[in-house]
């Protein structure tokens, strides 16, 4: 059946923009990264009750600076693209919404922490960006969560959090991620670009085991720089990896995404064993919103999250959290 003209121009006025950044060249980055990210609920009333506190240090290395077997695992599984490569070692904490008591109730939220170190490979075009993941730690007193926060909390004159003697015992962590985030320009509002991320993960381990879709719509200048946002995964995040495409580039973004999560042990306990659970929700829905600098080669990114309960009896409504993000190359 022969194509309508008027079909035709519909498509190429909806697929232009996507086909005309397929065809740049990604950017090329000679600089290293380090970045430092902190997320944190204490902006929400009753702050230290369950996503507490989210930290992690990370190296990003400079474009086509990737060891060969990695980069050609990259070749074989995502065709070809700019690569490099990121590590990455993480803590994350989970407490219930009563910390005062010794032993807390059955139905709250485990006392939980995750020590990961990350392996990641990040490959561009210039209109998308994948990164893969691989993820080794442990979960339990060895990931140090009672260290750190009631260390924490003495340096800071507050009182400690008295149940994490009932957290979830040692167990090793794996995880494997993969996501795909794509860059849509979608023109320009009085001097300003506007573009959209959509975006897709899957992911699979001992830790975690879910797949997410979203997108997130971003104003500014610079917008090529990056592929969005850092965040500490699960959530939309645009990784580590940026090439200031100006000398002061910048964006306002709001984003949101889904989560179909089958797997979490923080919240279903650990497998095999009598640990404490509770009844996960197999739907996590997000919204976050925020502004990214870039200038004299640093990138500085604050958002706040919005977060659905992650399981039955969770309390207050929507979960809140605080993110701050500071990368710099050298």
């Not at 059946?1 to 121009?9: A, D, E, F, I």
């Not at 600089?31 to 929400?44: G, L, M």
């Not at 139905?107 to 993941?133: E, H, K, W």
């Not at 830790?207 to 997108?215: K, L, P, S, T, V």
Request: hydrophobic residues 40%; contains cysteine.
């Amino acid at each position: 059946m022969p194509v309508r003209p008027s079909r035709l121009l519909i498509v190429s006025i909806c697929l232009g923009p996507m086909a005309a950044a397929a065809r740049a060249e990604p950017l090329d980055d000679p600089s290293h990264t380090i970045t430092i990210q902190w997320e944190n609920d204490s902006t929400r009333p009753g702050s230290d009750g369950y996503y507490t506190n989210g930290a992690r240090i990370a190296y990003t290395s400079p474009t086509g600076q990737v060891p060969g077997v990695l980069a050609s695992l990259g070749r074989a599984l995502v065709g070809e693209g700019q690569q490099r490569f990121a590590v990455e070692l993480s803590q994350n904490m989970f407490t219930p919404f009563f910390t005062k008591p010794v032993n807390p109730p059955r139905n709250d939220r485990p006392y939980a922490a995750v020590l990961m170190g990350t392996l990641s490979l990040i490959q561009d075009t210039d209109a998308t960006r994948t990164a893969l993941a691989l993820g080794l730690g442990v979960i339990g007193p060895a990931a140090l969560g009672r260290e750190a926060q009631n260390g924490f909390h003495g340096l800071i004159s507050q009182g400690p959090i008295n149940g994490w003697g009932t957290q979830l015992s040692n167990q090793p962590v794996i995880q494997l991620t993969a996501d795909r985030t794509w860059r849509v320009p979608l023109g320009g509002i009085g001097g300003l670009e506007v573009d959209v991320l959509p975006s897709m993960t899957a992911a699979a381990g001992t830790f975690r085991i879910y797949a997410q879709a979203g997108g997130t719509v971003r104003i500014g200048q610079g917008l090529r720089s990056d592929f969005g946002a850092p965040r500490i995964r699960p959530g939309l995040t645009g990784t580590d990896a940026y090439t200031p495409v100006q000398p002061f580039a910048w964006y306002v973004f709001a984003g949101a995404n889904v989560q179909v999560v089958a797997w979490d042990e923080t919240l279903d306990g650990l497998p095999f064993s009598n640990s404490r659970r509770v009844n996960a929700s197999p739907f996590v829905g997000e919204f976050q919103a925020g502004i990214t600098l870039m200038a004299w080669g640093a990138r500085l990114t604050a958002m706040q999250v919005l977060q659905s309960n992650e399981f039955r009896g969770q309390r207050n409504g929507l979960f809140q959290f605080t993110s701050l993000s500071v990368s710099v190359k050298f």
